[in-house]
């Protein structure tokens, strides 16, 4: 392996951008291609938007960063406002989906040590699943890909079949905290909580007392036409991790909690340097200020059933490769058929077709495009789509 000054960590592809425009990324060499991927799920305006470039040039200008030993004007109005829009009554901010994953990881063992329980700390997760690569994060996965050589991973959590909800009722014990799971699989091929699972497990923690915890870091912030996805099904979490479209490419996270699930989050017992820095904060406020208007929704809803339309009638002409289409709003996704490697595909549309897509588990194409485009973008996706299935079945074939 040639020595690189970058730890190996990703396959890197050869296309290495070096600008962005909308709904477009520039290669270094000048070649331009339609992102629907945006930096999975983050690019939620796409590319260099002009309020967030604002939002960023007037706050680095003014103040970037504080410690959190001191107040944070601009935190709390966007908390407020953020919080308002949500099942939730208080916030913590992150850097990241991963560092939210393990803040409500935290928030639900500290709820259950307040009310004196602290035998009540593992966590019921399920297959699949993708909620990060910090070793809480990993350890509440099955993925073998993610937790290979890093064991022991840590105590305390239980892994069961997604979908399950008699599994999910049978392995509710004397030291259950809650459940966490993904309301909409990302990673794992856009594969939806049916509404009887996630009903369902939110019947069981009121009864057991246990707490509901979503990561809605793909899922979540407008990417399926509702605000976070939870809505779709009449219920609300009790805590919920957020990141990726928050910050619309500037690195930011969440995680949200109502006043009772948080009530062992007291002094001392969580931290960040960086969380809630004053840059974060005015970028956050930028984007919610866009994405989380009803006009912004509606049109996500729009956009999503005429890209979603679009590809279903685009299956039956390449149904050599193509399965069915999958998801809600702009989280959508091609199930490829067997002998078509979603893998492969994704890197075809890219190199021989400049089209940005990302491939997910289950034989999945994930299409995760900014939440602006227009029917220009459609057209265009579903036109490389067409011509990508057309020559790669002739280069799988020779």
């Known amino acids: 392996m040639p020595i690189t000054p970058l730890m190996p960590v990703y396959p890197r592809c050869d296309v290495r951008p070096v600008r962005g425009e909308g709904a477009y990324l520039y290669g270094e060499r000048g070649e331009r291609y339609l992102d629907m991927a945006a930096g999975i799920a983050v690019n939620v305006l796409g590319h260099g938007h002009p309020a967030v470039v604002k939002a960023?040039?007037?706050q680095a200008a003014t103040l970037m960063h504080v410690s959190n030993i001191y107040g944070m004007p601009l935190g709390e109005t966007?908390?407020?406002?953020?919080?308002?829009?949500?099942?939730?009554?208080?916030?913590?901010f992150t850097n990241s989906g991963a560092e939210a994953v393990e803040c409500a990881i935290k928030t639900a063992r500290r709820y259950h040590y307040a009310n004196g329980n602290p035998e009540r700390h593992r966590i019921i997760t399920f297959s699949n699943a993708f909620h990060g690569r910090t070793l809480g994060a990993i350890s509440a996965t099955d993925q073998p890909k993610m937790r290979d050589g890093f064991e022991p991973l840590l105590p305390g959590f239980t892994v069961l079949k997604f979908n399950?909800?008699?599994?999910?009722?049978?392995?509710?014990?004397?030291?259950?905290?809650?459940?966490?799971?993904?309301?909409?699989?990302g990673e794992g091929g856009i594969l939806a909580a049916t509404p009887e699972f996630l009903t369902g497990l939110r019947a069981l923690c009121d009864e057991h007392g246990l707490l509901l915890i979503l990561d809605e870091v793909q899922c979540g912030y407008a990417r399926t036409g509702r605000f976070f996805a939870y809505e779709q099904y009449g219920i609300t979490p009790d805590i919920m991790a957020v990141a990726k479209g928050i910050g619309a490419g500037f690195p930011l996270g969440a995680c949200l909690a109502?006043?009772?699930?948080?009530?062992?989050m007291t002094?001392?017992?969580?931290?960040?340097?960086?969380?809630?820095?004053?840059?974060?904060?005015a970028v956050g406020q930028a984007v919610l200020d866009i994405v989380?208007?009803?006009?912004?929704?509606?049109?996500?809803?729009?956009t999503g059933d005429r890209l979603r339309g679009a590809l279903e009638q685009l299956l039956p002409n390449h149904d050599h490769v193509f399965q069915e289409v999958r998801g809600i709003g702009l989280m959508l996704g091609i199930k490829l058929?067997?002998?078509?490697?979603?893998?492969?595909?994704?890197?075809?549309?890219?190199?021989?077709?400049?089209?940005?897509?990302?491939?997910?588990?289950?034989?999945?194409?994930?299409?995760?495009?900014?939440?602006?485009?227009?029917?220009?973008?459609?057209?265009?996706?579903i036109e490389k789509l067409s011509a990508a299935a057309r020559s790669f079945a002739v280069a799988e074939a020779a």
């Not at 399950?164 to 699989?185: C, N, S, V, Y």
């Not at 002094?267 to 904060?281: E, I, K, R, V």
């Not at 990302?358 to 194409?365: E, I, L, R, Y």
């Open 78 to 92: 966007f908390a407020a406002a953020l919080l308002a829009k949500t099942f939730a009554d208080t916030l913590f």
């Open 292 to 302: 989380g208007t009803d006009e912004f929704l509606a049109q996500v809803r729009a």
């Open 337 to 381: 058929k067997p002998g078509a490697e979603a893998r492969s595909f994704v890197a075809h549309l890219r190199d021989e077709h400049g089209l940005l897509t990302v491939a997910g588990g289950d034989n999945v194409v994930r299409i995760l495009p900014p939440l602006n485009i227009d029917d220009s973008h459609i057209a265009e996706c």
């Open 258 to 264: 109502t006043e009772e699930a948080a009530k062992g």
């Open 56 to 58: 960023i040039s007037e």
């Open 267 to 281: 002094f001392g017992t969580h931290g960040s340097t960086y969380g809630g820095n004053p840059l974060a904060m």
């Open 164 to 185: 399950d909800l008699e599994g999910a009722k049978a392995a509710i014990g004397p030291d259950a905290a809650g459940f966490m799971l993904e309301t909409i699989q």
